[in-house]
């Protein structure tokens, strides 16, 4: 084995948790894999002989690639800045695969990363780093330049705003029997078949970025939202049942092409969010192969 085969392999067995503090750090698979790659560049050039623990090396590079992403991206003016959907994780209903399971380890659900994205990016890897991987404060600090308790004070901010986050319930076939509820009840038409499944606070995020079906909105409440999901059935489109970041969700086609990534949020014996991706150009990113009709 020569020096950049070896190299790779050390790399190559951190990857799985690098990818996985990107995709917390950015809500982008497609920025995580280049977070993850611009990691590797800078390992591969880099003398790492004296580094006694890769692992946390690596994070911390990763953490600081993520960072300075974070503060460098404009905000996108083509939709609500409250209407923008992370790009989900689609899975197969009875199984995840490795990537998935690897990436979905700490329940990294679609309400969390919302509410992520609400945050300072300072705050976001305090949080991700702190609460999610267990990074020493000391760590974190030195990657943000302040100090440990200003670190800390960073965190616990982010827990506050994150404590609104709902809480799914924990059986996932509970979940599923509210959804397949409330998928029966939009086909049905069942105006109040579908009020019954629905939190009266139900909110509906829809990303259609530019072009996407609907445009992006965001919709309040469980009458508003009822009404739409009776409209929406009515288009015929073809639905699938998937997990969408480990929960209940469905995927939508129009001639073998996706329309839709809609994931649902079950809490306290309702629907409490539905969140919905529609922007065709990162539609096509996604790997939706394993629902595909």
């Known amino acids: 084995m020569d020096q950049q085969d070896w190299l790779a392999d050390r790399f190559e067995q ?20 280049d977070a993850v790659q611009e990691a590797w560049l800078r390992f591969s050039r880099a003398d790492t002989t004296a580094v006694e623990d890769l692992g946390a090396w690596l994070t911390t590079v990763v953490a600081r ?69 267990d990074v020493p ?46 998928l029966a009840a939009a086909r049905d038409g069942n105006f109040d078949r579908l009020l019954a499944v629905l939190d009266p606070e139900v909110v509906l995020r829809a990303d259609g970025g530019a072009t996407g079906l ?14 739409g999901a009776a409209t929406f059935n009515r288009l015929g ?3 699938r049942r998937a997990l969408v970041n480990g929960a209940p969700g469905v995927v939508s086609f129009s001639d073998h092409q996706p329309i839709s990534v809609v994931g649902f949020t079950v809490a306290g014996g309702r629907i409490v969010e539905m969140n919905i991706l529609s922007d065709p150009d990162r539609l096509r990113e996604l790997d939706l192969a394993v629902v595909a009709p």
């Not at 951190?14 to 503090?21: G, I, P, Q, W």
Request: glycine share 4%.
């Open 65 to 133: 690639i993520c960072l300075n992403s974070l503060r460098s991206r404009k905000t996108r003016r083509e939709e609500p800045i409250d209407a923008h959907m992370p790009d989900p994780i689609v899975s197969a209903v009875n199984a995840l695969g490795p990537e998935d399971e690897a990436l979905l380890a700490d329940s990294v659900g679609l309400a969390l990363l919302i509410v992520l994205d609400t945050l300072a990016p300072a705050e976001r890897l305090a949080f991700v780093l702190h609460d999610v991987f």
């Open 137 to 182: 404060f000391e760590q974190i600090a030195s990657i943000l330049d302040r100090s440990e308790p200003a670190t800390r004070q960073l965190a616990s901010r982010a827990r506050r705003r994150l404590s609104t986050t709902p809480t799914p319930e924990a059986d996932l076939a509970e979940q599923w029997e509210l959804v397949d509820a409330f």
């Open 237 to 239: 489109y073809e639905s």
């Open 14 to 33: 951190h990857r799985s948790r690098l990818r996985a503090v990107a995709y917390r750090m950015l809500g982008s698979l497609s920025e995580a894999d």
């Open 214 to 227: 609907g445009g992006s909105r965001v919709v309040r409440g469980a009458h508003a939202v009822a009404s």
